[in-house]
């Protein structure tokens, strides 16, 4: 049965889906299946890294391996010169890591309940004491440092492997246009945030009065620093909780 696209929640709503480009379909497909109209508009550009750590890694003393991103695993497997030893326990930040570790033979030993990132991860049992516990993080470079403070100070030994970097993507005038007709906002990272107001804050100054999506707390109150007025959170960074945020929103305005 086709749904009645006159009582959908997001009906007539134009809203802005930041994620980098190939993993936007899945939120673009929730959107437009409440009645929305997505407008693509990745304010990331993922690129692989030449990582100088390959060399310096060495897998049989590693007890953990954290992944906190889906880019940190695709761009971990292009560019890892080794097999995993059966011993190191994996690790994943939310349930899209998690998905794509699966969805490449990947055991997923640990992730939080919530896709609520370093966070989630920090509050579960197995790892309040890790003494002796080497960890090794995979992630892009300047990523947050709040995980490996924290494992740190329970006991473990922190390295990283910096496989992928963030760019700051060209965007055609067309484009730019689309994204300045947007009902509402998303976005799922401070980077994320800065980068789209980068790209629109001059040609769509009245960007920071849309109601803007994000996926925590901390990325909320950055998003005020900025100027945005009204800020949302979603329960966590998954696609199925921004687009049950998003229809929330849908239904205090009446839509």
Not at 74 to 98: D, N, R, V, Y
Not at 192 to 197: A, D, K, P, S
Request: hydrophobic share 40%; glycine share 8%; with cysteine.
């Amino acid at each position: 049965m086709v749904p009645n696209r006159s009582v959908l929640p997001l009906k007539g709503r134009r809203i802005l889906v930041t994620r980098p480009f190939h993993q936007a379909a899945g939120l673009v497909e929730l959107i437009e299946q409440q009645g929305g109209d997505a407008i693509v508009f990745p304010v990331i550009e993922i690129a692989a890294n030449d990582v100088k750590e390959w060399s310096e890694w060495h897998p049989l003393q590693t007890n953990w391996l954290v992944f906190v991103s889906r880019n940190a695993v695709e761009h971990f497997l292009q560019g890892s010169p080794q097999t995993l030893p059966a011993h190191i326990k994996l690790a994943a930040a939310g349930e899209g890591t998690a998905q794509t570790m699966r969805e490449n033979r990947l055991t997923v030993d640990l992730q939080p309940e919530l896709s609520n990132g370093s966070e989630g991860l920090l509050q579960l049992p197995e790892w309040q004491q890790m003494d002796q516990q080497h960890v090794v993080i995979v992630r892009g470079d300047g990523g947050r440092e709040l995980m490996a403070e924290t494992l740190r100070a329970r006991g473990a030994k922190i390295s990283y492997l910096e496989v992928y970097r963030r760019q700051l993507p060209t965007v055609s005038a067309d484009l730019q246009q689309q994204a300045c007709s947007a009902d509402w906002l998303t976005a799922t990272s401070a980077n994320g945030v800065t980068n789209l107001l980068s790209l629109l804050s001059t040609n769509c100054p009245e960007i920071l009065q849309k109601p803007l999506v994000v996926v925590s707390e901390r990325i909320k109150a950055f998003a005020i620093e900025k100027g945005f007025k009204q800020v949302h959170v979603s329960l966590d960074a998954s696609d199925g909780a921004i687009i049950q945020r998003l229809i929330e929103m849908g239904s205090d305005h009446g839509a």
